[in-house]
């Protein structure tokens, strides 16, 4: 009954709405005494000399059909009430977890996998939904109907044989309460296993490319079945546990009927009671099958819905380690950029990915970055976007901490290319304009015109209207590289970061677009980080980043006259480029 607990917050919240339900299946359970009494009384009759008077059927068929409606309209009460009740805790919940992953930082999502979140959110929650809807009907409707109907076995019939037919009900309490406890455990286990499964299969499917491309069709699914039997195994011992009850229930329920019939059987026949009496009391016993069985049903959807909440509980009580200050400056960001950090690490790794990193950017100005895969580029845009704040050192934006700042403020103020171009599985133009839904057609082609995809897009078959499909998997590399660029500069942000943007497009498309963001941001600031040095030429300053540290700063002809890396590394590009064409990096 935890788990009920748990969940007192909401309904005390929904207390009217659970007290209507629970009034109607009184109303239900008072009702269906009816007919048992009804069948008794017409058993009476009929066994008298003068049998049943014309007058007395109509009295007791009009009893029936005023049962059978009552039972109709009660029962449409409290399913909508109830029903309603579970439906809104279920969109509580999940509005709640998902704002909450909305709000969560990139530590999160290191240590959470996608599919085990994506359980949490389908299968936990319906658990959860489970006792606040089939799980509310079971404990007050057995409850109900077990009372009413022994009260009635009590007052209609007789009090001995009530008792006599009760006694074998205590062995289902305690047979409850032992299998319930490790149901729990099991539960637990069956949740987790699913999780595992979820994981898997949004994996598989997210990298069917990878898969085929290295002929890994067979091993992946090897790997998939074999999560799958694990995840059966766990689920049989589920079942076995679950399955002890009806039949234990079945067994104590043959033991009432036994002693009903024996001893039910001798009260007749000392007229202690009559055999319309017998027959209503057999209706009567007949009507606890169900509480009986239910117990069975509860301990099922209590124990599956408290491992649930438990498992959504622990994810909700994570907190993000980016936390806004109470007095944040909500104006948006902007001006200069200064960026001093002295160490910096990821979480639960001891090797520090940058080792002071200094630089201050002028607005306006445009900042390159270059270096070897894992020298510690995007992790500077990392920091600038707050996606880590332990870090030793200072970074400001217009004169002031970028801590001090909302996260929307700052946020707003940058627009942001990452290397991996997610794009969502809706059309072109919504795609541009996903930062601002406001943005009008001309300004969305616009944005498309700066990114040198204006002239793809026409060609699509329907233009600006076209699905890109999920991730974007309809578009090449390069074309989705110009979208994801141009859904950053739509905003016109005062900081646009370009990590690694251009690796996918031509040197021809590389300049174009280069030469476009040069005029339309002319007052604007850039940071620019590439592999292929000519993305950067122009930049006002240049940082050669090694191992998290800067080796080198200059302009483009500085460091070339500096004869380091950056001038060996374009001497290398350039003689690529002539010897073998283009590189997309």
Request: hydrophobic share 45%; net charge negative.
């Amino acid at each position: 009954m935890g788990v009920f607990k748990k969940l007192s917050w909401y309904f005390q919240e929904e207390k009217k709405r659970y007290g209507l339900g629970i009034l109607f299946l009184l109303l239900v359970a008072i009702v269906n005494l009816i007919p048992p009494k009804v069948i008794g009384t017409l058993v009476d009759s009929m066994n008298q000399k003068g049998g049943i008077q014309t007058g007395q059927l109509m009295s007791l068929l009009g009893l029936l059909v005023f049962a059978g409606v009552g039972q109709y309209v009660f029962r449409f009460g409290w399913r909508n009430a109830i029903w309603g009740g579970a439906a809104k805790l279920e969109k509580t919940l999940r509005t709640r977890l998902f704002n909450h992953f909305m709000k969560m930082d990139a530590t999160f999502y290191q240590r959470h996998r996608t599919g085990d979140l994506m359980a949490h959110a389908t299968n936990d929650l319906n658990a959860i939904q489970n006792v606040a809807g089939a799980g509310i009907l079971t404990l007050f409707d057995s409850l109900i109907t077990g009372t009413t109907t022994i009260i009635a076995m009590i007052f209609f019939v007789d009090w001995r044989l009530t008792l006599f037919a009760i006694l074998p009900m205590p062995l289902l309490a305690v047979m409850a309460r032992r299998l319930g406890m490790r149901l729990h455990a099991a539960f637990a286990r069956s949740q987790a296993a699913f999780s595992r499964l979820n994981d898997k299969t949004q994996e598989s499917v997210s990298g069917i490319k990878v898969i085929k491309t290295f002929g890994q069709e067979k091993e992946d699914t090897a790997d998939f079945d074999q999560i799958v039997d694990h995840t059966i195994e766990i689920n049989k011992k589920v079942n076995f546990l679950d399955a002890l009850f009806d039949p234990t229930t079945s067994l104590i329920m043959g033991i009432t009927y036994v002693i009903t019939i024996a001893y039910g059987g001798y009260l007749v026949t000392s007229n202690a009671i009559t055999i319309g009496q017998l027959v209503s009391f057999v209706s009567y016993v007949s009507s606890l099958v169900w509480p009986m069985f239910a117990i069975g049903r509860l301990f099922n959807i209590l124990e599956r819905g408290n491992a649930s909440y438990d498992r959504v509980a622990e994810l909700l009580n994570e907190h993000s380690a980016i936390i806004e200050q109470p007095d944040a400056i909500a104006a948006p960001a902007h001006g200069d950029i200064r960026f001093k950090i002295n160490k910096f690490a990821y979480p639960d790794d001891d090797h520090a990915t940058l080792t002071h990193v200094h630089f201050t950017l002028p607005e306006g100005h445009t900042l390159g970055i270059v270096g070897r895969v894992g020298a510690g580029k995007s992790t500077i845009f990392k920091l600038l976007l707050r996606e880590f704040d332990d870090y030793d050192g200072v970074i400001e934006f217009g004169g002031q901490n970028i801590k001090a700042y909302t996260l929307e403020a700052l946020l707003d103020a940058i627009g942001y290319v990452p290397q991996d171009n997610f794009l969502f599985s809706t059309t072109v133009a919504d795609n541009i304009r996903f930062s601002s839904f406001e943005k009008t057609q001309p300004q969305v082609e616009d944005a498309a015109r700066e990114s040198a995809v204006h002239n793809d897009i026409l060609d699509f078959a329907e233009g600006y209207g076209t699905l890109v499909g999920e991730r974007g998997v309809s578009l090449s590399g390069g074309q989705k590289q110009r979208l994801a660029i141009a859904r950053a500069v739509i905003t016109t942000p005062e900081l646009l970061i370009m990590d690694d943007a251009l690796s996918a497009v031509d040197s021809k498309t590389e300049a174009e677009i280069l030469d476009n963001l040069r005029q339309e941001r002319a007052n604007k600031t850039t940071i620019i980080a590439a592999q292929r040095l000519s993305s950067v030429m122009h930049a006002d300053e240049i940082l050669v980043l090694k191992d998290g540290s800067v080796i080198e700063r200059g302009s483009h002809d500085e460091l070339l006259a500096n004869n380091g890396w950056y001038a060996e590394m374009w001497a290398k590009q350039e003689l690529e480029q002539k010897i073998g064409g283009e590189t997309v990096g």
